[in-house]
């Protein structure tokens, strides 16, 4: 054997499968905006880590079957700042990145080694969905058919254990839709990326609804109404970045606790502007936001789902340089009542906190859950028991700060007392109550006739009476809180309690699996 004959022979064919669909279907690709799915692979992970696994399997072993390179995906490991993970990168230019026997083996392959060595799994997805071949005999239709189940079987096995992201960096439809369904983090490219159980033609022929992929299942759809997408990116880089950043909070694996990182941005930092927060009129709304920023390390919030439920906010950031994971309350969105989406977005970023072993900081400013036909009719005690679970459930340090008001099931659902929160404490002139003044006024008023036949001075004094009696001192000196505190000490407090919280250990009793509200 000539072995340089034979290495010149590899290379030239390593060479061939790396034009992945060759040029003009390259440069299509490239015209959409979009980087192939080799590119992507080189700018999202360090340079020379890329191992690539299955590179020469294609689409053979079938009379008639052309040579198809990598059989339309790329798998492989490397690894991201140093640390590992798994990538499968569905390639566009052959065959629309349609999952084919072999290449679903591929993924198989690499799943398996995610699983197996506790490291995440990046879908970066740009695909067609199952490959429906006229060629294809009906043993690789079923061949298909089995190793599409073992994906979502394996996903919801690898669940809670390794992180799973699913970006969504072209269409997604069938097989290759319900892949973000089951991931933990959904980024999704404006413009280009969409994902849907059935793309636009089956659609029309399905239900006969005419329909563009944007409209039907396009980022803006899925980041701002169904909820299903968790970061709008601008282009296929900042889909990337936002893989990199959402991996730095978290670990490996459920078993490593969450990298830290060094920060020069001092604990006991104390922020004034926080005086001026909260508006004299407490009807009046404000930007949560301005308060995580002033918080966290170097201001830096990466918001999960930011176009959705936006009454709540969800997030990772740092207070001294550990990782934690932000819950708050957005009274500047529906004056920050909880109605049936923001309850599925907390309870679900919740889950994962708790699954990663990243510390939940709540900051509390909520008048309770929305009410009326429309939202009993949707269900809203059930979508709220999900997050009553799921802020239950959590044995991660939990931080609570009520920042102005914590009324009815929203204070519970948001660590209140008797969820074992490891701090709790409030502004001054925070109220906690089972309603505001103006709810048991109504209440009261119902004895004689409402509010319409109540003298306003009458009102006024009850109100005043009702509030007296809702007074945080009160409140604090039934024990109820841990504290009071200037709200320009608010970093240092949970800085410090997040570092002697590091330990926290809680046994609950022994059970198979838990049943979740759904």
Same mark, same amino acid.
């Given at each position: 054997m000539n072995m340089h004959e034979e290495i010149r022979k590899l290379e030239d064919r390593r060479q061939s499968i790396n034009k992945m669909g060759g040029e003009e279907r390259v440069a299509r690709q490239k015209s959409r905006g979009k980087m192939t799915a080799r590119e992507r692979i080189d700018y999202l992970l360090d340079p020379k880590t890329f191992i690539e696994y299955g590179m020469h399997a294609t689409q053979m072993g079938t009379p @008639?079957?052309?040579l198809v390179p990598a059989d339309g995906v790329i798998t492989g490991t490397g690894t991201i700042n140093g640390r590992p993970v798994t990538v499968i990168s569905y390639d566009f230019t052959v065959k629309g990145g349609s999952i084919g026997r072999i290449g679903g083996a591929k993924c198989g392959r690499v799943r398996q080694l995610a699983l197996k060595h506790r490291m995440p799994v990046i879908w970066l997805i740009d695909s067609a969905g199952a490959r429906i071949d006229p060629e294809d005999t009906i043993e690789d239709g079923i061949s298909l058919f089995a190793e599409s189940g073992e994906l979502f079987r394996d996903q919801v096995v690898m669940s809670g254990v390794v992180p799973q992201i699913a970006a969504m960096m072209g269409p997604g439809a069938a097989g290759t839709g319900y892949i973000p369904g089951l991931a933990d983090f959904v980024p999704m490219v404006d413009g280009t990326s969409s994902m849907a159980l059935a793309g636009p033609a089956l659609v029309r022929a399905a239900v006969g609804e005419i329909i563009d992929e944007q409209s039907l299942g396009g980022a803006k759809i899925h980041c701002t109404i169904s909820g299903m997408g968790d970061y709008l990116a601008k282009d296929d880089k900042d889909c990337l970045d936002a893989i990199k950043e959402y991996l730095s909070f978290l670990p490996n694996n459920c078993q490593e606790n969450p990298?830290?990182?060094i920060t020069l941005d001092p604990i006991d930092r104390r922020e004034?502007? !926080?005086l001026g927060l909260l508006p004299e009129n407490s009807r009046s709304s404000y930007d949560m936001h301005i308060l995580i920023k002033a918080i966290v390390d170097d201001g830096h919030f990466f918001e999960i789902k930011a176009k959705w439920a936006? @009454?709540?906010l969800t997030g990772f950031a740092r207070i001294g340089g550990q990782s934690i994971g932000i819950v708050a309350n957005n009274p500047k969105q529906l004056g920050g009542v909880l109605d049936i989406d923001s309850a599925d977005k907390a309870a679900r970023f919740i889950n994962l906190c708790d699954s990663f072993n990243i510390p939940l900081v709540y900051l509390v400013d909520?008048? =309770?859950f929305m009410v009326g036909s429309k939202v009993e009719q949707q269900g809203i005690i059930r979508h709220g028991a999900k997050l009553l679970f799921a802020t239950a459930n959590a044995t991660v340090p939990k931080l609570t700060v009520v920042v +102005?008001?914590? &009324? =009815?099931? =929203? &204070?519970?659902?948001?660590? =209140?007392?008797?969820?074992?929160?490891d701090l709790l404490v409030t502004w001054p002139g925070a109220e906690i109550a089972v309603m505001g003044p103006d709810g048991m006024l109504g209440i009261h008023a119902i004895k004689t006739g409402g509010l319409d036949k109540m003298p306003l001075e009458t009102q006024e004094r009850l109100r005043s009476q009702i509030s007296k009696e809702i007074n945080i001192f009160k409140t604090a000196g039934w024990n109820a809180v841990d504290d009071i505190i200037d709200p320009r000490d608010? +970093?240092?407090? !949970?800085? +410090?309690? !997040?570092?002697?919280s590091r330990g926290k250990k809680v046994e609950r009793p022994w059970r198979k699996n838990t049943v979740m509200p759904v």
């Open positions: @008639n079957k052309e990298p830290s990182k004034e502007a !926080l936006k @009454n709540i909520v008048p =309770g +102005r008001k914590a &009324y =009815g099931a =929203g &204070y519970f659902v948001m660590c =209140g007392k008797h969820y074992e929160p608010t +970093r240092f407090l !949970l800085a +410090r309690t !997040l570092s002697t």
